[in-house]
Nanobody
Framework: VQLQASGGGLVQAGGSLRLSCAASGRPFTSYALGWFRQAPGKEREFVAA????????YYADSVKGRFTISRDNAKNTLYLQMNTLKPEDAAVYYC????????????????????WGQGTLVTVSS
């Protein structure tokens, strides 16, 4: 599976961006997907995840209520709607496919994700 993230850019604090992650190579319909981010000098961290059917979503506390993850399986595309952006949200955002697991805690575990996209840069000015 190849993943291509897009939609990053420069936005003022309080603004919004919508990230997309297009998958190719094989349908990701049956896989859980996630968004992670990495700011300069920091480790890559979990942002949000969604199960294959979109019935279950998971968020980091820092983005809960501001970000919304969604997917369109027909288009093989994952989305992250980011509202009320803060300077601390600035980072390179990555999408990834999670390995199959029945453990709901695994949605938050970066080690459970394979097939990373190349990342898209989000810059938030204060």
């Amino acid at each position: 599976v190849q993943l291509q993230a897009s939609g990053g850019g420069l936005v003022q604090a309080g603004g919004s961006l919508r990230l997309s992650c297009a998958a190719s190579g094989r349908p990701f319909t049956s896989y859980a997907l996630g968004w992670f981010r990495q700011a300069p000098g920091k480790e890559r961290e979990f942002v949000a995840a969604i199960n294959w059917s979109s019935h279950n979503t998971y968020y980091a506390d820092s983005v809960k209520g501001r970000f919304t993850i969604s997917r369109d399986n027909a288009k093989n595309t994952l989305y992250l709607q980011m509202n009320t952006l803060k300077p601390e949200d600035a980072a390179v955002y990555y999408c990834a496919v999670r390995r199959p697991s029945l453990d709901s805690k695994s949605f938050y575990d970066i080690k459970m994700y394979d097939y990373w996209g190349q990342g898209t840069l989000v810059t938030v000015s204060s």
